[in-house]
C-alpha cells in the first residue's frame, strides 16, 4: 500500500510541475500544447483489473507497462510480452492485409457488405479475439459501412462510445478503441483516408439506414421546430470545437440521400481529428454517485464504479432531416428519416435559422462547416450566415479553394509564373455549387493579380467557359443504376431561367458566335473550338469527358495542358488518368477529386495522378480559425489557405506533373494552411485569440512562432500514463 501511496504522491508531484511550467511565460508556448497537456500527463482513474480492460478509453492492451500493470492489478491478465502502440499497430496491419481484396467502390459490390455482416456477427459473438482488428469492431457503433467496404474494415474511427454489453463478456483489446484507433489512422494517412472519407464514404451513405445500430451525433428534423433551443442541451459537452452539418440533399455525387448523409459528417470529423489534430475528447469526473449502475451507458457518458466520468466530446456530426425527394427513400421501409417530401422556401430557411440560432447560444466560439447542401441552399446559406456566424461551406469554398491551388500548380507546371494566371483559358462542365464556388474563386484571384478593379473582373470573367451538364434522378436510373446524361450545354446570356448565380459567366450571344459557338453547345464542340489551357470537371457525371472531348483537348493551345477531373466518388469522375494519358498524351496535368493510381507508360516515365481533395484545406481552414479566434472566416483567410496549398509543392515537383502533395504530408499540410489563415485573420484584425493566446500575444508572434503555436496545439491520440485512485 506504501508503494501505491508513493506513486500516487509522485504523480502528484509531476501535475503540480506541470501547473507550475504554465504559470511561466517563458514556457508558455512550449507547454501550450493538446499533446503535452492532454496527452501525456498521467491520468487519474478509478477503476482497476478486468474493469480498465473493458473500458474502450483507457485500455491499452498489451501496451501496458509492467509498472502500470502493477499498480492497476493487472498482472496475470495479460500476455507477459509488452507492445509498443507502433508493434500494435503493425500487428493490426498485417492482419488486415490478409483480408484485403481489391474492389470497386459502389453499390454494384454486394461481397464487400456480406463481408461486413460475416465479421459484424463474429464481434457480436465476442470470440476470443486478441488481433488489433478487433478494437475496431468494438469501438465502430456500425454506422460504418466502411467495415466491409473494399474489406480494410473502418470507416468511421472516430466512435469513442462505451458499448455497455461488451462490459460482461471477456474481451482483450489489442489497442484502445479510441487511442489506437487514431493511431492507426494518422500513421496510415495515405491508405486510410480513402476508406474514411471519398471514395467509399458515399457507399456508406447509401447504405446507411441498413448498417445503422447505435446512434452518432446529432439529428434535427422539420418536426423539431420549435424545440431545438432545448435540444442542443442534450449533448452533454458544455464546450464543442467543430460542428459538421449536412441536410443530406446532395451527398458527394450521389444525390439526394435524406437523413443517411450523416455519413459524411462522420467522415469529415474524423479528418479534423486524424489531420488536424483537433481534440476530440476530454475526460472529467463528476463528483457524483450513481448507486445501482455498475456498468452503462448514455450517450457519451460513462458510468463506472457508482461514479459519472463525463466524456466531452468536442467534435459533434449533425443532420438536418427536412424530408427527403429520393422516392426510393420515400418507400423504404426501412428508411430511418422523415418519409416526406423536402421542406421549401421560408419553412426551410425558418428551420436552419433555428438550428444555428441554437448552436451558437450554447457553443458561442464553435465553428459550424456546412456540408453537401444541394446549389439551390448552398449560396444562399453561406451568404446568409457568413458575416454573423463562423462558419464556411467546404462544397462552395473548399473545393474552390483546392481547385484554385491545382490551377496555380497547372500555370506553375507549365512552366510559367503563377502572374500568368488570367491568361488560362478554362472550360467548366458543371454550374452547381462546386463548380460556381471554383468560378467565383478564379475569377477573384484573376482579377487581384490584373489590378482588382471592375475592368480586371470584366476581363477575367471572359476567360471561362461553362458548360453544365446533369444527371437526373428517375426511377429507372435508381433500380438499374444507370446513368443517363443530359447536356444542357454552353451557358449563354441566351438562356432562359438561368441560376443567378451562374448568369456573371455565361457567355455573350455575339461573343460565343464569333467563337462558332451558341447557347447549348456541347462540351466536345466547346473543347475543339476554345482549345482551352484548362478542362475543368465539377459535373458528378461519370464518364462526361468522353473519347470525343478528350481528342477534341488535343487541340489545346496550351503545351501541357491540365485536365480536373474533380467529381466524387470514383465512379462519378469524368475521366480516369489511363483515359486522359492515352487519348490526350502523356505530358499533360492531370488531377482528380478521388483517389487514382499513377499510370506507369513503361518507359521510365510516370503519368502522376494528383488528388485534389478537400482535405488539404478544410482542417486547416478549421484549426487555423479556432486557433486564432477569428470572428468570421472570410474571404482573405480562404485565399491564404488556397496560395499556401499552391506553394508548398516544390518547383522540381510541379516540373514533373505533381501540382498537390501526398495525403501521407496532410499533418504538416495543415499545420500550414492553419498558420496561414491564423496569419491573415491577425492581419485582418478579426483574431481575438484562443486560451490563453490572447489577440494582443498573437499580434506578437512571428512567422515561424505561428507555426509552432498551431504545431504545439495539434492533439496526438497517446497512451496517457494511468494513476489508479481508489475512492
Known amino acids: 500500500m506504501s508503494k501505491f501511496s508513493n506513486q500516487i504522491r509522485a504523480s502528484s508531484s509531476l501535475i503540480k510541475r506541470l501547473k507550475q511550467r504554465m504559470t511561466n511565460p517563458a514556457a508558455l508556448m512550449q507547454s501550450r500544447s493538446f499533446t503535452t497537456l492532454e496527452g501525456h500527463r498521467p491520468t487519474i482513474v478509478h477503476k482497476r483489473s478486468l474493469d480498465i480492460l473493458h473500458d474502450p478509453w483507457f485500455n491499452k492492451g498489451t501496451a501496458f507497462s509492467m509498472t502500470e500493470r502493477d499498480r492497476l492489478d493487472l498482472r496475470g491478465l495479460l500476455p507477459p510480452n509488452v507492445m509498443s502502440s507502433e508493434q500494435q499497430i503493425q500487428r493490426f496491419m498485417a ?76 474481451i482483450e483489446y489489442e489497442l484502445s478503441p479510441f487511442y489506437g484507433q487514431f493511431k492507426v489512422l494518422i500513421a496510415n494517412i495515405e491508405e486510410y483516408a480513402p476508406i474514411v472519407y471519398t471514395p467509399t464514404v458515399g457507399l456508406a451513405c447509401q447504405n446507411y439506414s441498413g448498417l445503422f445500430r447505435r446512434p452518432r451525433g446529432m439529428y434535427f428534423s422539420a418536426e423539431d421546430r420549435g424545440e431545438m433551443m432545448s435540444m442542443v442541451y442534450n449533448w452533454p459537452a458544455e464546450q464543442v470545437d467543430m460542428i459538421v452539418v449536412t441536410d443530406g440533399s446532395r451527398i458527394l455525387g450521389l444525390g439526394d440521400l435524406g437523413v443517411q448523409g450523416i455519413g459524411i459528417a462522420i467522415g469529415k470529423l474524423d479528418l479534423y481529428v486524424a489531420a488536424a489534430g483537433i481534440n476530440p475528447q476530454r475526460v472529467r469526473r463528476l463528483k457524483q454517485k450513481v448507486p445501482g449502475h455498475s456498468y452503462q451507458s448514455i450517450g457519451p457518458y460513462l458510468y463506472a464504479n457508482e461514479f459519472l466520468m463525463y466524456i466531452i466530446i468536442l467534435v459533434l456530426p449533425v443532420m438536418i432531416d427536412v424530408g427527403t425527394n429520393n422516392e426510393k427513400l420515400l418507400k423504404d421501409p ?39 447542401f444541394q446549389s439551390k441552399w448552398a449560396f444562399k446559406l453561406l451568404q446568409r450566415y457568413r458575416n454573423a456566424y463562423r462558419m464556411f461551406n467546404d462544397d462552395v469554398q473548399g473545393t474552390a479553394g483546392v481547385a484554385i491551388a491545382g490551377l496555380l500548380g497547372a500555370v506553375r ?70 446513368v443517363a446524361v443530359y447536356s444542357q450545354g454552353l451557358i449563354t446570356e441566351e438562356r432562359e431561367n438561368i441560376d443567378p448565380e451562374a448568369l456573371p459567366f455565361a457567355r455573350k450571344v455575339r461573343e460565343a458566335s464569333h467563337q462558332g459557338l451558341w447557347e447549348g453547345a456541347s462540351l466536345a464542340e466547346v473543347v475543339r473550338e476554345v482549345k482551352p489551357d484548362v478542362l475543368l470537371g465539377l459535373s458528378a457525371v461519370g464518364g462526361l469527358f468522353s473519347k470525343e472531348v478528350l481528342e477534341a483537348l488535343k487541340g489545346s493551345t496550351s503545351t501541357r495542358p491540365a485536365i480536373f477531373a474533380m467529381s466524387n466518388p470514383t465512379k462519378n469522375a469524368e475521366c480516369t488518368p489511363e483515359e486522359a494519358f492515352s487519348i490526350v498524351g502523356d ?44 470572428r468570421i472566416i472570410s474571404d482573405g483567410m480562404l485565399q491564404a489557405a488556397a496560395e499556401c496549398l499552391a506553394a508548398y509543392m516544390t518547383e522540381e515537383e510541379v516540373l514533373k506533373g505533381i501540382i498537390y502533395p501526398s495525403t501521407s504530408r496532410i499533418r504538416d499540410i495543415t499545420k500550414q494552411v492553419a498558420a496561414a489563415v491564423v496569419k491573415e485573420a491577425i492581419e485582418e484584425d478579426l483574431a481575438e485569440g484562443y486560451r490563453e493566446m490572447d489577440a494582443r500575444e498573437l499580434r506578437k508572434l512571428s512567422q515561424e512562432e505561428i507555426e509552432e503555436y498551431v504545431k504545439n496545439n495539434m492533439w496526438s491520440p497517446d497512451y496517457p500514463t494511468l494513476v489508479y485512485k481508489n475512492d
Request: glycine share 8%; net charge neutral; with cysteine.
Open 334 to 372: 426501412l428508411y430511418l428519416g422523415l418519409q416526406e417530401h423536402r421542406l421549401d422556401g421560408d419553412e426551410y430557411i425558418a428551420v436552419i435559422d433555428e438550428f444555428m440560432e441554437a448552436v451558437f447560444t450554447r457553443w458561442p466560439h464553435v465553428i459550424v462547416q456546412f456540408e453537401d
Open 587 to 630: 505530358n499533360i496535368i492531370f488531377a482528380s477529386g478521388s483517389p487514382f493510381k499513377d499510370v506507369d507508360f513503361g518507359n521510365g516515365h510516370i503519368g502522376h495522378c494528383n488528388q485534389g481533395n478537400n482535405m488539404y484545406l478544410f482542417p486547416g481552414i478549421g484549426l487555423g480559425t479556432l486557433l486564432s479566434g477569428s
Open 95 to 170: 492482419d488486415l492485409k490478409r483480408l484485403e481484396v481489391q474492389a470497386r467502390d459502389g453499390p454494384s459490390d454486394p461481397n464487400a457488405l456480406a463481408k461486413w455482416r460475416i465479421l459484424n456477427r463474429l464481434h457480436d459473438r465476442n470470440e476470443t479475439m486478441y488481433f488489433k482488428s478487433i478494437y475496431l469492431l468494438c469501438s465502430l457503433d456500425y454506422e460504418s459501412s466502411m467495415l466491409a467496404h473494399k474489406h480494410k474494415w473502418h470507416f468511421l474511427l472516430s466512435v469513442p462510445l462505451w458499448r455497455p454489453d461488451y462490459c460482461s463478456r471477456r
Open 413 to 482: 507546371a507549365q512552366g510559367r509564373p503563377m502572374i500568368d494566371f488570367p491568361k488560362q483559358k478554362i472550360v467548366v462542365a458543371g454550374a452547381g455549387s462546386a463548380g460556381i464556388g471554383v468560378l467565383n474563386a478564379a475569377r477573384k484571384t484573376m482579377a487581384r493579380m490584373l489590378g482588382n478593379n471592375e475592368s480586371a473582373f470584366e476581363s477575367a470573367g471572359r476567360q471561362f467557359w461553362v458548360v453544365d451538364a446533369k444527371r437526373p434522378i428517375s426511377m429507372i436510373e435508381m433500380i438499374i443504376d444507370f
